[in-house]
């Protein structure tokens, strides 16, 4: 890794003054940052460490009965704690293996927004506010694109709320060297509709797949999914692990088999 | 440079660190206390694990001048007071759950942290939380045979196989 200084903030405020520097970038858990950083493929003069943020840290249900996750939460927490939103709980309990867990945190995979990371497929799906030191975002206006967000340089997410459906259920086809999703699909079932997103099948990242949304609110069954057929194998990733007609199956059989666990 | 103080293994220790320097560097190279391993250094073998108030932690993916002040457990402090193995590490040895040995320190520290959480694991518990530690000799059944030991259940003998 090339050389940098760490600065080591104990509040939300400390953090962000810190973030003002154009030389400095914010950590979370690191389980992404730093390996990159030690291939060289990212530097900074400065890191932020937001793990000694304590008002980052924990989980708690708001006045509207929506779970608030603090930014700096670890995925070992959330899978622990989270038990008002077992599906979400269920999630975070299967990102990477225990030691990343016990490290990454929810805010750092969110404002990386890897195309093939868990969390954007829980946050969009859910209709998830992400809440940053300066606003709200509504999770479909969060995710932009590969590794893209709506975060502005040096704004960091504080706090994410999920509202809670009324069923919902994340189902994970693993890519078994990285432990990322080839392809995972987060069903959530609300009283005014269903809301399906998808991750690791789109170079564009998380995506949500408005058909099964409409056909699924229709009716909430594995059927509902069998007879739309599937995505359009040159919108999604090829690669060695899998083509683009391999992915878009996968897309359909996840998806039924998320509404089939929700159910 | 700046000196971070740690309690490793119950010890008050102090070395140097830049802020880049990671955990398992200030360990081996500050402390010169080699057991713990770097294996992939991209956070991916488990070689590295050690615990960090009480949680599993890949080292090499944790700076050194982030957990400045934490209580630290390495394969060092897995030994009993007297010098013999702990429970875990006598398992390893008696159910041959090591081959070349290089992924042994993070098995063993990752196979404390499912005990505690977890004291009387199924087999598939246990490969399930040693999802993140890879032996390049392949000798996961063992290793397994050598956790379930450790939990205190029956394994068949080695030599039955």
Same mark, same amino acid.
């Given at each position: 890794?090339?050389?940098?200084?760490?600065?080591?903030?104990?509040?939300?405020?400390?953090a +962000?003054?810190?973030?003002? $520097?154009?030389?400095?970038?914010?950590?979370?858990?690191?389980?992404?940052?730093?390996?990159?950083?030690?291939a060289?493929?990212?530097?900074?003069?400065?890191?932020?460490?937001? &793990?000694? +943020?304590?008002?980052?840290?924990?989980?708690?249900?708001?006045?509207?009965?929506?779970?608030?996750?603090?930014?700096?939460?670890?995925? =070992?927490?959330?899978?622990?704690?989270?038990?008002?939103?077992?599906a979400?709980?269920?999630l975070?309990?299967?990102?990477?293996?225990? %030691?990343?867990?016990?490290?990454?945190?929810?805010?750092?995979?969110?404002?990386?927004?890897?195309? $093939? %990371?868990?969390?954007?497929?829980?946050?969009?799906?859910?209709?998830?506010?992400?809440v940053?030191?300066?606003r709200?975002?509504? =999770?479909?206006?969060?995710?932009?694109?590969?590794?893209?967000?709506?975060?502005?340089?040096?704004?960091?997410?504080?706090?994410?709320?999920?509202?809670?459906?009324?069923? %919902?259920?994340?189902?994970?086809?693993?890519q078994?060297?990285?432990?990322?999703?080839?392809?995972?699909?987060?069903?959530?079932?609300? &009283?005014?509709?269903v809301r +399906?997103?998808?991750?690791? %099948? $789109?170079g564009?990242?998380?995506?949500?797949?408005?058909?099964?949304?409409?056909?699924?609110?229709?009716?909430?069954?594995?059927?509902? +999914?069998?007879?739309?057929?599937?995505?359009?194998?040159?919108?999604?990733? $090829?690669?060695?692990?899998?083509?683009?007609?391999y992915?878009?199956?996968?897309?359909?059989v996840?998806?039924?088999?998320?509404?089939?666990?929700?159910? | 440079?700046?000196?971070?103080?740690?309690?490793?293994?119950?010890?008050?220790r102090?070395?140097a660190?830049?802020?880049?320097?990671?955990?398992?560097?200030?360990?081996?190279?500050?402390?010169?206390?080699?057991?713990?391993?770097?294996?992939?250094?991209?956070?991916?073998?488990?070689a590295?694990? !050690?615990?960090?108030?009480?949680?599993?932690?890949?080292?090499?993916?944790?700076? *050194?001048?982030? !957990?400045d002040?934490?209580?630290?457990?390495?394969?060092?402090?897995? *030994?009993?007071?007297?010098?013999?193995?702990?429970?875990?590490?006598?398992?390893?040895?008696?159910y041959?759950?090591?081959?070349?040995?290089?992924?042994?320190?993070?098995?063993?520290m990752?196979?404390?942290?499912?005990?505690?959480?977890?004291?009387?694991?199924?087999?598939?518990? !246990?490969?399930?939380?040693?999802?993140?530690?890879?032996?390049?000799?392949?000798?996961?059944?063992?290793?397994?045979?050598?956790?379930?030991?450790?939990?205190g259940?029956?394994?068949?003998?080695?030599?039955?196989?």
């Amino acid at each position: 890794m090339h050389s940098f200084e760490l600065v080591k903030p104990a509040t939300i405020q400390d953090a +962000v003054a810190a973030l003002k $520097s154009d030389e400095a970038q914010a950590l979370g858990g690191g389980q992404t940052l730093l390996p990159t950083m030690k291939a060289r493929l990212a530097q900074a003069e400065q890191l932020v460490a937001l &793990s000694g +943020v304590a008002e980052m840290h924990g989980i708690c249900v708001d006045d509207d009965g929506r779970i608030c996750i603090g930014g700096a939460t670890t995925h =070992a927490t959330v899978a622990r704690e989270a038990s008002g939103y077992p599906a979400l709980a269920s999630l975070a309990g299967r990102i990477g293996d225990p %030691a990343v867990r016990n490290r990454g945190t929810i805010g750092g995979s969110l404002a990386n927004n890897d195309p $093939s %990371a868990c969390y954007p497929a829980g946050v969009l799906a859910s209709n998830a506010t992400v809440v940053t030191n300066a606003r709200e975002i509504d =999770a479909d206006d969060f995710f932009q694109g590969m590794f893209e967000t709506a975060l502005d340089e040096g704004e960091i997410i504080t706090e994410v709320k999920f509202p809670v459906p009324e069923k %919902a259920a994340y189902e994970k086809f693993l890519q078994p060297a990285s432990r990322f999703p080839l392809v995972a699909v987060f069903v959530a079932k609300f &009283s005014d509709g269903v809301r +399906v997103a998808v991750t690791g %099948a $789109s170079g564009d990242g998380v995506f949500r797949w408005s058909e099964a949304e409409a056909a699924l609110s229709a009716n909430f069954s594995p059927d509902a +999914v069998k007879g739309l057929g599937d995505l359009d194998a040159d919108d999604m990733i $090829s690669d060695l692990h899998g083509d683009g007609a391999y992915r878009a199956h996968l897309v359909s059989v996840m998806t039924a088999r998320a509404v089939k666990a929700a159910v | 440079m700046t000196n971070v103080t740690m309690t490793v293994n119950g010890k008050s220790r102090t070395a140097a660190a830049e802020g880049r320097t990671l955990l398992v560097d200030w360990l081996r190279e500050g402390l010169r206390m080699t057991g713990t391993h770097v294996g992939c250094d991209t956070s991916q073998c488990g070689a590295c694990v !050690v615990h960090v108030n009480g949680v599993a932690m890949k080292s090499c993916s944790v700076l *050194a001048q982030e !957990v400045d002040g934490a209580e630290v457990t390495t394969i060092e402090g897995m *030994a009993n007071a007297d010098g013999s193995l702990g429970t875990i590490q006598q398992a390893f040895q008696d159910y041959h759950g090591l081959q070349c040995g290089f992924c042994t320190p993070g098995m063993v520290m990752s196979a404390a942290a499912l005990l505690k959480e977890n004291p009387r694991p199924t087999e598939a518990d !246990v490969r399930h939380y040693l999802e993140g530690n890879i032996c390049r000799c392949t000798g996961y059944h063992n290793i397994v045979k050598a956790v379930m030991a450790a939990s205190g259940q029956q394994v068949a003998p080695v030599a039955a196989e």
